[in-house]
């Protein structure tokens, strides 16, 4: 149920949205069938009911603040204007970022499905781009 909760908190903002599926990958290896559809319904619902709403009360809005703002294609000014391809004068530079982050969901979406992870590490690992130092001991100078 916790897991559930943090899941559906992590669906109010987008950029939450990459590890959610990681989630139930990882409680359907670990806690099982009952368990992942348990969570996945008590992250939905709350996220449901809070989404659904303002998407009907005005699409174009809703649109408008969860698509064209993150990708920098909005009325105002967004944070994500500027490291995406478009800004560095490449034609179709909108559509290559946006093919990216398709093709990046994609492959996520498959090693979940061939190899799921097994422990929170390996879930944490599937999401990070580069491998991660193993964290130094209190007292223990880095190696050269």
Not at 111 to 128: C, F, N, W
């Amino acid at each position: 149920m916790a897991a559930g909760l943090a899941l559906g908190a992590a669906a109010l903002k987008w950029t939450a949205w990459p590890p959610l599926p990681v989630g139930p990958a990882l409680l359907a290896v670990t806690a099982g069938r009952r368990a992942t559809v348990r969570a996945a319904v008590t992250a939905l619902t709350p996220t449901a009911l809070a989404v659904l709403p303002v998407a009907l009360a005005d699409p174009r809005t809703f649109t408008e603040h969860l698509f064209r703002f993150p990708l920098g294609e909005g009325g105002t000014g967004s944070p994500a204007a500027s490291p995406l391809p478009r800004h560095r004068h490449v034609p179709g530079g909108v559509v290559l970022a946006v093919a990216a982050l398709a093709v990046s969901a994609v492959v996520v979406a498959v090693s979940l499905v061939t190899r799921p992870p097994r422990t929170t590490v390996a879930a944490a690992d599937r999401l990070s781009p580069l491998p991660m130092p193993p964290p130094q001991q209190p007292g223990m100078r880095p190696s050269a």
